[in-house]
């Protein structure tokens, strides 16, 4: 059973309880203010039920189909036959798949990182400058532009299916980050595992704790390394730290989470850095990274310009 069809029928007990004498005013207060969700369910099913009610003259003498009180689960088979609106209401809307659509919900963040909750008690934390949209049965499904932590509840009936690019990421309950920039995606994993798929691969390849998967998209091609899994996201405590890390990549990472743009010409694009470097202050770590690599390094009104010694 899924969250809202779950979330539907709690709401329907209790508008049918409400009209009884014994009802429970105090643990019906407690549901509503439980989960904003509660509400929404509840009105929207009283508002159905005050409609049919409203026009039950017209609606006299209509026959609901069999088929239709079949399919009810057992608990659920109100006496329709008594012309209750709410039994017919959640008949029509619920059965229909048509009660509380699995809206979907999209987050963007500019200069600061946002906390996300979702349906099933997981949380994220999408990365400065992202954008992540939020859909399907339980929130199952999730678009990533950007970068995002996933700390996820373990529930193996639940799929949880990310897209980034041409990637996508599936995991049942883990710790794990995804980086998505205009030409490859990164995947680190800091605990458990998840599977990563995309149409270039010949099979989804799984990944544990303390790996990371580099994948170039123009090229179709996957490359799997190893990560320190307290390095994942090391976003979160003000700090990037890299492995054998492309200085391209180093360079999106500090537009994205330091605020700082940084060129990075062509001959230097794939040499490799391994390091620390602290962005609360961006322009002391564009600084700490060229004078590590002992590079030079020039600024103009467009940004940071990473150059060879001279």
Do not use: C
């Amino acid at each position: 059973m899924s969250v809202e069809t779950r979330i539907a029928e709690e709401a329907a007990g209790w508008l049918l309880a409400s009209q009884g004498e014994d009802m429970d005013w105090q643990g019906f207060t407690l549901w509503l203010e439980a989960d904003d969700r509660h509400r929404q369910a509840y009105d929207q099913l009283a508002l159905a039920d005050d409609l049919l009610s409203a026009h039950a003259p017209s609606l006299a003498g209509a026959v609901i189909e069999p088929s239709v009180i079949a399919h009810l689960p057992v608990r659920r088979r109100w006496p329709l036959w008594t012309g209750g609106a709410i039994a017919a209401s959640l008949a029509a809307v619920v059965l229909a798949g048509q009660f509380m659509p699995a809206a979907s919900s999209t987050y963007t963040t500019q200069g600061a990182a946002q906390s996300i909750a979702l349906a099933d008690g997981s949380t994220v934390l999408l990365a400065p400058r992202s954008r992540m949209t939020v859909s399907g049965d339980g929130g199952s499904q999730i678009a990533l532009a950007g970068a995002a932590y996933f700390d996820i509840r373990h529930d193996p009936r639940r799929a949880l299916a990310i897209t980034a690019g041409q990637l996508t990421v599936t995991d049942i309950g883990t710790r794990f980050e995804i980086r998505q920039h205009p030409g490859d995606v990164v995947v680190e994993v800091a605990e458990g595992r998840v599977s990563a798929q995309a149409a270039a691969m010949a099979a989804p390849m799984p990944l544990v704790a303390g790996k990371r998967l580099d994948f170039d998209m123009a090229a179709g091609r996957a490359t799997v390394s190893a990560v320190v899994p307290q390095d994942v996201a090391a976003w979160r405590e003000g700090r990037l730290s890299y492995t054998s890390a492309p200085l391209e990549l180093v360079a999106r990472d500090l537009a994205r989470y330091a605020g700082v743009r940084v060129e990075v010409p062509r001959a230097l694009a794939r040499r490799q850095f391994s390091g620390s470097l602290f962005i609360s202050d961006g322009n002391a770590a564009v600084r700490d990274l060229a004078q590590l690599m002992q590079l030079g390094l020039r600024h103009d009104g467009a940004g940071w310009h990473l150059e060879p010694a001279r």
